[in-house]
């Protein structure tokens, strides 16, 4: 069965740029659509940005420009960029699998803590 | 920027009915699905596309919709069952949009 597991730094200092990577096994990264997602604690979810399989990519308005995402197909990863955090930004971060044909999350990896503080 | 609007709370006795609301502009005229998070689990799909249950989900879990409201129906309540739960649909400004969540207890 598909399955995604967040990497990188638990641990980002302000103004600084947070770097994550979602691995994905026993699916092709290029045969799905993927997301990342957070939610701050004790708060809801926060949908941050969008990379589709042709390499087309959105991300939230809030952010202002913020984020970047990018696919690396040969390991099957895909990335987060989010670039001069504040405490505001620390959050489990999710990596999600867009459904085919709909615009739901139907695979989520485990979540990885990112606190920003110096 | 479009928001959905949920109950911060619901309470509900073991095997009762319980009724989750999620409402939003225009709601009627998108797709909406439904998201359960247990403590420290990561979110899972229950119900897509208004009232379709993915294979595996429990059928005492419905969705429906009705004007600009969605509603998740948990049917015969269980203890198992108390989550946080929170309405996702898809805006074109806004993107990927979910509720503020709804945190359901079994007392």
């Known amino acids: 069965q598909v399955q995604l597991q967040e990497s990188g730094p638990g641990l980002v200092k302000p103004s600084e740029t947070l770097s994550l990577t979602c691995s994905v096994s026993s699916a092709s990264i290029r045969s799905h659509s993927w997301s990342w997602i957070r939610q701050r604690p004790g708060k809801g979810l926060q949908w941050i940005a969008y990379l589709d399989y042709s390499g087309t990519t959105d991300h939230n308005p809030s952010l202002k420009g913020r984020v970047t995402m990018s696919v690396d197909t040969s390991k099957d990863q895909f990335s987060l960029r989010l670039t001069s955090v504040t405490a505001a930004d620390t959050a489990v971060y999710y990596c999600?699998?867009?459904?085919?044909?709909?615009?739901?999350?139907?695979?989520w990896g485990q979540g990885t803590l990112v606190t920003v503080s110096s | 920027s479009y928001e959905l609007t949920q109950p911060p709370s619901v309470s509900v006795s073991p095997g009762q009915t319980a009724s989750i609301a999620c409402s939003g502009d225009i709601l009627g005229e998108k797709y909406v699905c439904w998201y359960q998070q247990k403590p420290g689990q990561s979110p899972v799909l229950v119900i897509y596309?208004?009232?379709k249950r993915p294979s595996g989900i429990p059928e005492r879990f419905s969705g429906s919709i009705s004007g600009n409201t969605a509603t998740l129906t948990i049917s015969g309540t269980q203890p198992i069952d108390e989550a946080d739960y929170y309405c996702q649909a898809w805006d074109r400004t806004t993107f990927y949009v979910f509720g503020t969540g709804t945190t359901v207890t079994v007392l």
């Open positions: 999600a699998r867009r459904a085919d044909d709909d615009d739901v999350f139907d695979i």
């Open positions: 596309q208004d009232t």
